[in-house]
């Protein structure tokens, strides 16, 4: 392995140049179907690397507009009653499966996409998915707890954020509602993917006993509270700890004893999207090594692409908050599409926000 020819950076600065790319200067381009120079993304937060929008303009001659969404919910709601103009969409992999389902997502044409054999085998035939048809793997992870090692004890469970009041007023969680809910579950004992309705509405009634603690439900931001102080513990998915953690070394990041949801997220196509050349451009653009790595080494996620890997520096693969052992996904589990059990989960949700 050899270390990657560019810089870790803060997400800080990731923040400030993916907006100032927001619409970035058309370069002449050959070689592309002849299309409007334009493409529309719609992305988490902080899931960028610093120079990944820039270098694909550079190659394409294509500007491209970059929105953010908080959670997959919000991401659905979006496209549900038709595609407001979005080329490329970064779904979780059971909310591929709920897409797919509803006919949003197009099948993606994988002779233009001649980067996509870079894709590791362990992922290039997921059960959300097969063969790929709709969607590819763009990085994965996991939630859990990040903390202010100076305010808190190295937490070990779930316990501590949905069942203690030792840390009243000072923790929040994310505005996510199958992954709350989920985690909830596995406090409990029980899958995250449960269809018993008993079981969640304890995993319910447990959140809302514990609201009075919660500070925020944040969406996609509990890593901003916890670096400005306003929180002292989070929920928080893991490459978002890590990147705070490069500017403040008072901070870690820790998967709780009960285990917690790994997650694959993807790149895929919405229907009727505008630009479906320019969409595939993108994503193969994303599928380069030197492409991947650098957004890798960025976010602090952990990335599928195998050829990315082989320039990533030792310190990020051998990072267990990045890359956790064999144990920890032993115990932990995908976020599935339950179908139209979803309604349970979203009255429940509901609720506890109502509470």
């Given amino acids: 392995m050899i270390k990657a020819p560019f810089p870790i950076v803060s997400r800080r600065r990731v923040l400030k140049a993916a907006a100032a790319l927001g619409a970035v200067a058309a370069l002449p381009r050959t070689g ?20 990944t929008l820039q270098t694909y303009t550079d190659a394409t001659g294509v500007e491209v507009q970059y929105d953010l969404f ?18 490329v969409i970064f779904p979780s992999d059971y909310m591929v499966q709920t897409m797919i389902t509803l006919g949003i997502l197009v099948p993606l044409d994988h002779a233009k996409l001649a980067n ?4 590791d085998p362990t992922f290039a035939n997921p059960g959300y998915d097969p063969g790929m048809k709709h969607s590819v ?32 007023g000072r923790l929040a969680l994310l505005a996510d509602q199958r992954i709350v809910l989920g985690c909830a579950l596995k406090y409990l004992g029980f899958s995250m993917n449960s269809t018993n309705e008993d079981e969640i509405n304890k995993a319910r009634d447990l959140l809302i ?14 890593q901003n509270m916890l670096i400005a102080g306003d929180v002292d513990i989070v929920m928080e ?23 917690t949801n790994v997650f694959i997220d993807t790149m895929c196509i919405p229907k009727d999207a505008p630009h479906p050349e320019n969409a595939h451009a993108f994503i193969n653009h994303i599928l380069d090594p030197q492409v991947e790595a650098e957004i890798a080494n960025t976010i602090h996620y952990a990335t599928p692409n195998a050829e990315a890997r082989k320039l990533l520096p030792p310190e990020e693969l051998n990072n267990p908050t990045i890359y956790p052992p064999n144990e920890v996904i032993a115990k932990s589990e995908p976020v599935l599409d339950v179908g139209d059990f979803t309604t349970v989960y979203d009255r429940a949700w509901t609720e506890v926000q109502a509470a």
């Fill in 32 to 51: 592309w179907a002849e299309e409007e120079k334009q493409i529309n993304v719609y992305n988490w937060d902080t899931y960028i690397g610093e120079t």
């Fill in 70 to 87: 908080a959670n997959n919910e919000e991401l659905l709601a979006k496209l549900k009653e038709g595609n407001p103009g979005y080329d």
């Fill in 116 to 119: 996509l054999g870079n894709i």
């Fill in 137 to 168: 793997p763009y990085k994965w992870g996991t939630v859990g707890i990040g903390y202010r090692k100076s305010k808190v004890e190295t937490p070990d469970s779930w316990g501590l954020l949905f069942d203690s009041d030792k840390y009243a």
């Fill in 209 to 222: 006993k514990q609201k009075p603690n919660i500070k925020a439900f944040a969406p996609d931001e509990g």
């Fill in 237 to 259: 998915w893991n490459g978002d700890i890590n990147q705070v953690m490069a500017e403040d070394d008072d901070l870690n990041y820790v998967i709780p004893k009960e285990g």
